[in-house]
T-cell receptor, first 109, second 120 residues
Framework: DAKTTQPNSMESNEEEPVHLPCNHS???????IHWYRQLPSQGPEYVIHGLTSNVNNRMASLAIAEDRKSSTLILHRATLRDAAVYYC??????????FGTGTRLQVFP | GAGVSQSPRYKVAKRGQDVALRCDPISGHVSLFWYQQALGQGPEFLTYFQNEAQLDKSGLPSDRFFAERPEGSVSTLKIQRTQQEDSAVYLCASSLLGISAQGVSGNTIYFGEGSWLTVV
């Protein structure tokens, strides 16, 4: 099974940037790195994905290490609505996303 | 709405009862997934359909679990003779393309809100 390692929890204050790290040392050259988040009582929600280059979208930025063994999800200005569990995933088999336990992000006003 | 729709949202079943959980994927989406999420855990893969074909059922925990998607759109997850350990949120997800089109992919997957099953 694909294996990613994330901190169990992180905290941030509102309006501050948040850097959520992920290690994926077993990743192969063709595996995408996906980030999903899950707000309370909801299904997971797509955040961003990338292969080799850093990626930006309206929700976040994804910084991928040159060796691809780690990545960082960057929320530029955390809001209370960003409080969620953030999952870092890579999908070596292509037909499923293998979730770990993720990082629980708390955002304080 | 245009998202993945699941029903019922909440189900309480007596142990031994059969349950059926329905998923309406986003219209036109080829791929459909079922996941099981226990309290405090990440979602765990159960099964995958590409159109009406069930290509991967490696995550189904026992032969009491059965999924179908007969016309390549709506899917049903059936659990026979429910046990207390079946209590979980069952998540359905869909994506536009099939894996054969993308290979190892950056395919975005859209999740429903889940069906919360409690077995008493």
């Amino acid at each position: 099974d694909a294996k990613t390692t994330q901190p169990n929890s992180m905290e941030s204050n509102e309006e501050e940037p948040v850097h959520l790290p992920c290690n994926h040392s077993t990743i192969s050259g063709t595996d995408y790195i996906h980030w999903y988040r899950q707000l309370p009582s909801q299904g997971p929600e797509y955040v961003i994905h990338g292969l080799t280059s850093n990626v930006n979208n309206r929700m976040a930025s994804l910084a991928i290490a040159e060796d691809r063994k780690s990545s960082t999800l960057i929320l530029h200005r955390a809001t209370l609505r960003d409080a969620a569990v953030y999952y870092c995933i890579h999908d070596p088999e292509g037909d499923k996303l293998i979730f770990g336990t993720g990082t629980r992000l708390q955002v304080f006003p | 709405g245009a998202g993945v729709s699941q029903s019922p949202r909440y189900k309480v079943a007596k142990r031994g009862q059969d349950v059926a959980l329905r998923c309406d994927p986003i219209s036109g989406h080829v791929s459909l997934f079922w996941y099981q999420q226990a309290l405090g855990q990440g979602p765990e893969f159960l099964t995958y359909f590409q159109n009406e074909a069930q290509l991967d059922k490696s995550g189904l925990p026992s032969d009491r679990f059965f999924a179908e998607r007969p016309e390549g759109s709506v899917s049903t997850l059936k659990i026979q003779r429910t046990q207390q350990e079946d209590s979980a949120v069952y998540l359905c997800a869909s994506s536009l393309l099939g894996i054969s089109a993308q290979g190892v992919s950056g395919n975005t997957i859209y999740f429903g809100e889940g069906s919360w099953l409690t077995v008493v």
